[in-house]
């Protein structure tokens, strides 16, 4: 079956730090790969994703790009702000026919940034 | 813009008293799903509904219920919620084509407390 793993939480950095935080997966086919922010008691709010190997997904100076053959799609910041500061998911869609609707989740890392 | 609506944000409801929660979507998405999100854990996926199709996970409780009467509107009945059911539910959507998922996107969430 299908599953993402995501580095351990909690993470705690000053303001202006450089952020990373792990994910590999283990998924049939070609799946879609997707980063989710969850700020305290809102919803999952898509910050980037990518659909093939190779690419690369941004937004708000967030990166990660599919590495098919490390089975990766690690998130990275250069600098990060307070209002960074919420839980991040990746997550993956099995595109391996109809019906695959399950969105996989790794475990959430929350991440607080200090000034 | 485009978006997912959950009302109420909050619901307090007593033990084994019929709660119903709603969903309503202005993406004209095929797709919407039913999330539990318990403290500090991912979403975990209840039913979905493709189109009129209703799409039951095999872990689900009886307990939980799901109508959609139109494209834009889905709601979650819980018909005797216990105090394991306190938690934040969450409403996505997305669009199918011919069996390929487009991303999820989610709305604010609802929280639910039991008393």
């Known amino acids: 079956g299908n599953s993402v793993t995501q580095m351990e939480g909690p993470v705690t950095l000053s303001e202006e730090a450089f952020l990373t935080i792990n994910c590999t997966y283990t998924a049939t086919g070609y799946p879609s790969l997707f980063w989710y922010v969850q700020y305290p008691g809102e919803g999952l709010q898509l910050l980037l994703k990518a659909t093939k190997a190779d690419d690369k997904g941004s937004n708000k100076g967030f990166e990660a790009t599919y590495r098919k053959e490390t089975t990766s799609f690690h998130l990275e910041k250069g600098s990060v702000q307070v209002s960074d500061s919420a839980v991040y998911f990746c997550?993956?869609?099995?595109?391996?026919?109809?019906?695959?609707?399950?969105?996989?989740f790794g475990k959430g890392t929350k991440l607080s940034v200090i000034p | 813009d485009a978006m997912v609506i959950q009302n109420p944000r909050y619901q307090v409801t007593q033990f084994g008293k019929p709660v119903t929660l709603s969903c309503s979507q202005t993406?004209?998405?095929?797709?919407m799903y039913w999330y539990q999100q318990k403290s500090s854990q991912a979403p975990k996926l209840l039913f979905h509904?493709?189109?009129?199709?209703?799409?039951n996970e095999a872990d689900t409780p009886d307990n939980f219920q799901s109508r959609r009467p139109n494209t834009s509107f889905c709601f979650l009945d819980i018909r005797s919620p216990g105090l394991g059911d306190a938690a934040m539910y969450l409403c996505?959507?997305?669009?199918?084509?011919?069996?390929?998922?487009?991303?999820?996107?989610f709305g604010p969430g609802t929280r639910l407390l039991v008393l």
């Open positions: 997550a993956l869609s099995d595109n391996s026919g109809a019906g695959s609707y399950q969105l996989t």
């Open positions: 509904y493709y189109d009129k199709d209703f799409n």
């Open positions: 996505a959507t997305s669009r199918d084509l011919g069996g390929r998922q487009e991303t999820q996107y």
């Open positions: 993406l004209n998405h095929n797709v």
